[in-house]
């Protein structure tokens, strides 16, 4: 990867190029590392809501394309995973992940908010990656690059919540059964119009509360 960068400290050195002084390893900070450890959190939040077996028959049943591997087993029966198969991978998990959300049939239902919060974490790093991919660089497609990530840091808290502690959960139980009492405190004395209103606002202090806590686990 060659950064389109102006002139710095290794300006003018001899035989110094400063744009081949650092070439970032995909394989291994991208495909073996975050998308390796991402993969983790969505096997846990299918597992947690019925959906695992649904992401391994839509993962089988991907059709053959030009520089696509189809995969031979299902996502599951994989022992170990290779630079190849994650670079595969980074290629379908967005379509696989929407498409198994959406099955209908899973042990309990997926809130919309949820799936979309978990899409919307899972594209951001895909865009990531694939900016990543380009040859040079400009402030704009840095600029690209930043907003991808903080966009996946500021939605992975929905995959968090399938890996938190039994002491963290109870917190949350606690947090969202008092949050539910002072909604229902509150719309006693509201008219049904204003009603709807006071839910939403709760379910974003709910939603705020939710990552401090798994955060500060």
């Given at each position: 990867?060659?950064?389109?960068?102006g002139q710095n400290i290794f300006h003018g050195l001899n035989r110094v190029s400063a744009s081949d002084l650092y070439k970032p390893d995909m394989l291994h900070t991208i495909y073996l590392r975050?998308?390796?450890?991402?993969?983790?959190w969505i096997e846990a939040f299918l597992k947690k809501h019925g959906r695992l077996q649904a992401f391994d028959e839509v993962w089988k049943a991907l059709p053959p394309y030009p520089g696509f591997?189809?995969?031979?087993?299902?996502?599951?029966?994989?022992?170990?995973?290779?630079?190849?198969?994650m670079r595969n991978?980074?290629?379908?998990i967005l379509g696989v992940l929407?498409?198994?959300?959406?099955?209908?049939?899973?042990?309990?239902?997926?809130?919309?908010?949820?799936a979309l919060r978990a899409l919307r974490c899972v594209r951001a790093l895909v865009d990531f990656n694939m900016m990543a991919q380009y040859r040079s660089h400009t402030a704009d497609t840095i600029a690209y690059m930043e907003e991808y990530l903080n966009l996946f840091h500021r939605m992975k808290d929905i995959f968090l919540e399938s890996q938190v502690t039994?002491?963290?959960?109870?917190?949350?139980?606690?947090?969202?059964?008092e949050i539910q009492r002072q909604r229902a405190l509150r719309c006693e004395r509201?008219?049904?119009?204003?009603?709807?209103?006071?839910?939403d606002d709760d379910r974003d202090e709910e939603d705020a509360?939710?990552?401090d806590i798994i955060h500060g686990e």
């Amino acid at each position: 990867m060659n950064l389109g960068i102006g002139q710095n400290i290794f300006h003018g050195l001899n035989r110094v190029s400063a744009s081949d002084l650092y070439k970032p390893d995909m394989l291994h900070t991208i495909y073996l590392r975050l998308f390796k450890h991402m993969m983790h959190w969505i096997e846990a939040f299918l597992k947690k809501h019925g959906r695992l077996q649904a992401f391994d028959e839509v993962w089988k049943a991907l059709p053959p394309y030009p520089g696509f591997l189809v995969p031979k087993k299902a996502y599951c029966k994989v022992p170990q995973w290779q630079g190849k198969e994650m670079r595969n991978l980074g290629r379908c998990i967005l379509g696989v992940l929407a498409v198994a959300l959406r099955q209908p049939g899973g042990a309990q239902g997926i809130p919309l908010k949820r799936a979309l919060r978990a899409l919307r974490c899972v594209r951001a790093l895909v865009d990531f990656n694939m900016m990543a991919q380009y040859r040079s660089h400009t402030a704009d497609t840095i600029a690209y690059m930043e907003e991808y990530l903080n966009l996946f840091h500021r939605m992975k808290d929905i995959f968090l919540e399938s890996q938190v502690t039994k002491s963290t959960q109870a917190k949350l139980d606690k947090q969202r059964k008092e949050i539910q009492r002072q909604r229902a405190l509150r719309c006693e004395r509201v008219a049904t119009s204003q009603r709807r209103r006071i839910r939403d606002d709760d379910r974003d202090e709910e939603d705020a509360l939710r990552i401090d806590i798994i955060h500060g686990e």
